[in-house]
């Protein structure tokens, strides 16, 4: 017994799921995204809507210092064209070592750069928040989940269920509310029963309805914009998805042709053998 609670715990922790949530903490609701599933795929145009929620809203605050700039023409990705990653890039400003005085010295970004940090320091990140640097975006969809009870964990082992992070980023970029009767958020701080820490965050709501453009006719709404830039970020912590999935796909093909072959050899040899 003690080896099957061992293993079962081994399990849990190696897929990445969260343990129940906390007593009166809202569920978030699971979304239904493009990527789901075994053979789920990314959606370019959702990730070029989730990119200019990135850049218009989100890059005032927060960096993405693990994705380069060349990454957004690659497949699997937005789908931009070589001329727009480059133009796109060339729109940042990188740090470029410092000058003969010694002073801090900024370029036009280039294809190979990162997405540079929108503050030179987290102690200037947070002194221009309250207190608190904004995190990193980069790999935020596989730093969160959305907590889940023991009977879901099986079936999500099951569906291959890897959406948690952004079905958490959806419902906490949705989630802000009122606090109820009688609790008064701390100051600087928002009411947010999503809140993985909380219910109470540091940032303010930041979705607003038509405070993006998309120029494709797309709504723009808080709603859509929360759903588009949470599939972004997925993209941002694991932009091989795609490929990944193919992978494992013909893998898994190979596999199983390997074993009806290995099957009927195994049968002509104890055939002979029995003779």
């Not at 060349?70 to 064209?81: E, I, V, Y």
């Not at 809140?195 to 808080?222: E, H, K």
């Not at 599939?231 to 042709?257: C, H, I």
Request: hydrophobic fraction near 45%.
């Amino acid at each position: 017994m003690k080896r099957l609670v061992v293993a079962a715990a081994a399990l849990l922790a190696a897929h990445g799921l969260a343990l129940p949530a906390r007593a009166g903490e809202p569920a978030v609701a699971r979304q239904a995204w493009s990527f789901a599933g075994p053979f789920g795929q990314y959606d370019p145009a959702q990730l070029r809507r989730g990119l200019t929620v990135y850049r218009e809203v989100c890059a005032t605050c927060h960096g993405l210092g693990q994705v380069a700039f060349r990454t957004l023409s690659q497949p699997g990705g937005p789908g931009l064209t070589t001329d727009e990653m480059r133009a796109l890039a060339a729109g940042f400003e990188v740090p470029d070592g410092v000058d003969a005085e010694g002073m801090p010295r900024r370029r036009p970004g280039r294809p190979a750069d990162f997405f540079p940090a929108p503050f030179p320091t987290p102690a200037a990140a947070a002194a221009a928040n309250n207190g608190i640097a904004p995190p990193d975006l980069s790999l935020m969809a596989k730093a969160r989940a959305v907590p889940a009870g023991l009977p879901r964990l099986l079936s999500d082992i099951v569906t291959q269920y890897q959406e948690a992070g952004p079905d958490y980023i959806f419902g906490y970029l949705t989630g802000y509310a009122d606090p109820p009767e009688g609790v008064e958020p701390p100051p600087g701080t928002f009411y947010n029963p999503h809140f993985i820490s909380g219910p109470f965050t540091a940032m303010p709501p930041a979705l607003f309805d038509d405070i993006a453009d998309y120029g494709d006719g797309t709504p723009q709404t808080a709603d859509q914009y929360a759903r588009d830039v949470s599939a972004f970020l997925m993209w941002a912590a694991e932009p091989t998805l795609d490929a990944r999935k193919k992978l494992g796909f013909m893998a898994m093909v190979f596999l199983a042709v390997l074993a009806v072959l290995l099957l009927f050899v195994r049968k002509a040899i104890w055939s002979r053998a029995g003779q």
